[in-house]
């Protein structure tokens, strides 16, 4: 074995803010946002205080961070949904946020700090904001293309976007036993994509059907 090949992979600094990051989510789903100390994210990312302040000057700083991370995922994930294959698309984006939230369980943590803290509301708002016009954008590309029966894109975008805001927080209870979550993240978005898209009346060929085992 070579000398290089035999030293420690040394860190880049380009890597550093998103294992500082990947440190903050661990240290608030431990301590809670409030008990959490730059000194503890710091310790928890293997650097130092000052190390951590040459990139987020702050605690909020960090879970800003946080939050724009958290939009430009949905971002891709939206960007993901065509019409050749709405349904599974709209499934695949319901099951790409359940998995978000069940490896980043921030999100009823955001929401009680966006209370507390007018910056934070003020950015988790504008984040949420893009969202849902990029949501409706998308929502309006399928309606003019024919995939999609025209319908007010806001309406779309409140019933997709609200089941997936319910079903997340619903996964952050189920943490911590205060939500059954008995289906995994594949198996409920196929469900709701098909409740979504064809409704909860029975199809011609359902009707009459015996449930009955």
């Not at 294959?85 to 700090?113: G, K, M, N, S």
Request: glycine share 6%.
């Amino acid at each position: 074995m070579s000398h290089e090949e035999s030293q420690p992979a040394r860190r880049r600094p380009a890597q550093r803010p998103a294992e500082i990051l990947a440190a903050a989510e661990r240290v608030f789903n431990r301590c809670g946002y409030d008990r959490a100390t730059t000194r503890e994210i710091a310790a928890e990312a293997g650097v130092s205080e000052g190390t951590l302040y040459n990139y987020f000057p702050s605690k909020r700083a960090i879970l800003l961070a946080l939050i724009d991370s958290t939009a430009e995922s949905w971002r891709q994930d939206i960007e993901c949904i065509h019409a050749s294959t709405l349904e599974d698309a709209i499934a695949q984006l319901i099951a790409a946020r359940l998995r978000f939230a069940q490896e980043h369980p921030l999100t009823i943590l955001t929401l009680q700090q966006a209370v507390l803290d007018p910056e934070i509301g003020r950015h988790l708002d504008a984040m949420v904001t893009r969202g849902q016009d990029d949501l409706m954008a998308r929502f309006r590309a399928l309606s003019a293309s024919g995939a999609l029966r025209p319908i007010d894109p806001f309406v779309a975008e409140e019933a997709l976007g609200s089941m997936i805001m319910g079903l997340t927080i619903g996964i952050e209870l189920a943490a911590v036993g205060w939500h059954r979550q008995p289906l995994s993240p594949e198996e409920i978005a196929h469900a709701l994509a098909d409740v979504l898209m064809n409704g909860l009346r029975a199809r011609p060929e359902e009707k009459g059907t015996s449930h009955e085992s």
